[in-house]
Nanobody, 124 residues
């Protein structure tokens, strides 16, 4: 069974950067498209960015486009979310998820495997 564990969250000031990591175990990530999602208090879970199995194709939400970059290193069984120019509205629990398709989506319902999330707080 594929298991995903996120790390790299924390408290950062507006304009700062964080890099989130999602490490897989139980299986290799190269058979899965990967998505990053986030959920703020009182809000529905929303798609942030996703990446194809090969890492060539990506899709990014309008709210973070130009600031966040998704990437993957299949040899390390890890997917990353580089977050730059962070804003207070980026504050949320961030989750990575996997689905056995060549190209993912920003729709949470399409994903099968989920991590437990990592908290990102952007505040002065």
């Amino acid at each position: 069974q594929l298991q995903l564990v996120e790390s790299g969250g924390g408290l950062v000031q507006p304009g700062g950067s964080l890099r989130l990591s999602c490490v897989a175990s139980g299986s290799t990530l190269d058979a899965y498209a990967i998505g990053w999602f986030r959920q703020a208090p009182g809000k529905e879970r929303e798609g942030v960015s996703c990446i194809s199995r090969s890492g060539i194709m990506t899709s990014t939400a309008d709210s973070v486009r130009g600031r966040f970059t998704i990437s993957r290193d299949n040899a390390k069984n890890t997917v990353y979310l580089q977050m730059n120019s962070l804003k207070p509205e980026d504050t949320a629990v961030y989750y990575c998820a996997a689905v056995g398709s060549y190209y993912g989506s920003l729709q949470p319902a399409n994903y099968v495997y989920w991590g437990q999330g990592t908290q990102v707080t952007v505040s002065s």
